[in-house]
Nanobody, 114 residues
Framework: QVQLVESGGGLVQPGGSLRLSCAAS????????MSWNRQVPGKERELVAH????????GYADSVKGRFIISRDNAKNTVDLQMNSLKPEDTAVYYC???????WGQGTQVTVSS
């Protein structure tokens, strides 16, 4: 059974940091590029960051470039998103996704507010 389970969301003040983690199981994790995406109510889901299957290549949305860092550990089947200098507009539900597949996590809420 394929599972992607996100964790690490929560409430943080503007300027703060959070680290999201996604634990994968049920498929060959190291074969897939992975991404983090986010969605706010009434808007389309947005690609935030992606990382290649071996972790050697990454990409970021302009809105998070220089603030967020995506990483993965193929030995542990995890992909993380380090989020720094958080802004209220980063508030969303964050999802991990195995690119090119139908595998999505259930999402974790991130709220940036004072």
């Amino acid at each position: 059974q394929v599972q992607l389970v996100e964790s690490g969301g929560g409430l943080v003040q503007p300027g703060g940091s959070l680290r999201l983690s996604c634990a994968a199981s049920g498929f060959t994790f190291s074969n897939y590029a992975m991404s983090w995406n986010r969605q706010v109510p009434g808007k389309e889901r947005e690609l935030v960051a992606h990382i290649s299957s071996a972790g050697g290549s990454t990409g970021y949305a302009d809105s998070v470039k220089g603030r967020f860092i995506i990483s993965r550990d193929n030995a542990k089947n995890t992909v993380d998103l380090q989020m720094n200098s958080l802004k209220p507009e980063d508030t969303a539900v964050y999802y991990c996704h195995a690119l090119g597949s139908y595998y999505w996590g259930q999402g974790t809420q991130v709220t940036v507010s004072s």
